[in-house]
């Protein structure tokens, strides 16, 4: 079963404009912990922020936040401002065990245009 | 600090090759792990490993094994490739297991490798 789910394969948005991608997960593990990952055309995976199940406040770094709703059961991360260089895939994952294992979403992908 | 590397990074098999990609991270981590990346598909879990010596199965292990004789070396095999293997593979390595570790659990990805099987 899919356990996280990005509904958005694709999105524009215009440069200096914030954009919201919208992650849901599925879990019954009291602790998980929530990640966002940026890939641009060059391939590789860049971190951007992460949220834990046990956390008071949503996470921020930067011109990303991630906005937590632990009963709804969703992690939508916020760009504010968006830039050029903020075009990219972006991908929700989910760690539910020990181990460090993720799993991930299909993507977004988000194009900003001038 | 090199961070995670992956060699090579492109490779082109025909069916029934075999082939060996390499891992390496310079951060003293405990945790390995080889994803594949299919179009339209966020990463999949092929095999991971908790510390030197030591392997698991993923989401999708077959077809492929894994060693991890040395800390900062995951070596993840091909032994006999298939059509369906074509992906773009990535390692990432991480600190440790806790959760409430936060951040610093962060897995840090390799750049990939693109494979081709014929």
């Known amino acids: 079963a899919q356990k996280i789910t990005q509904t958005q394969p694709g999105m524009f948005v215009q440069e200096k404009e914030a954009v919201t991608l919208d992650c849901t997960y599925d879990t019954s593990d009291p602790s998980y912990g929530l990640f966002w990952y940026k890939q641009p055309s060059s391939g590789e995976m860049i971190f951007l922020i992460y949220?834990?199940?046990?956390?008071?406040q949503n996470a921020t770094e930067g011109r990303y936040s991630l906005n937590f709703q632990k009963a709804r059961k969703s992690a939508n991360l916020v760009i504010s401002a968006s830039q050029l260089g903020d075009s990219a895939m972006y991908f929700c994952a989910m760690r539910e065990d020990s181990w460090g294992k993720l799993q991930f979403g299909a993507g977004t992908q988000v194009v900003v245009t001038p | 600090n090199a961070g995670v590397t992956q060699t090579p990074k492109f490779r082109v098999l025909k069916t029934g090759q075999s082939m060996t990609l390499l891992c390496a991270q310079d951060m003293n981590h405990e945790y390995m792990y080889w994803y594949r990346q299919d179009p339209g598909m966020g990463l999949r879990l092929i095999h991971y490993?908790?510390?030197?010596?030591?392997?698991a199965k993923g989401e999708v292990p077959d077809g492929y094994n894994v060693s991890r004789l040395k800390k900062q070396n995951f070596l993840l095999g091909l032994e006999s490739a298939a059509p369906s293997q074509t992906s773009v593979y990535f390692c990432?390595?991480?600190?440790?297991?806790?959760?409430?570790?936060?951040?610093?659990?962060?897995?840090?990805f390799g750049p990939g490798t693109r494979l081709t099987v014929l």
């Open positions: 490993s908790v510390g030197e010596g030591t392997t």
């Open positions: 990432a390595s991480s600190y440790s297991h806790s959760i409430d570790r936060g951040g610093t659990d962060t897995q840090y």
């Open positions: 949220q834990g199940s046990y956390d008071q």
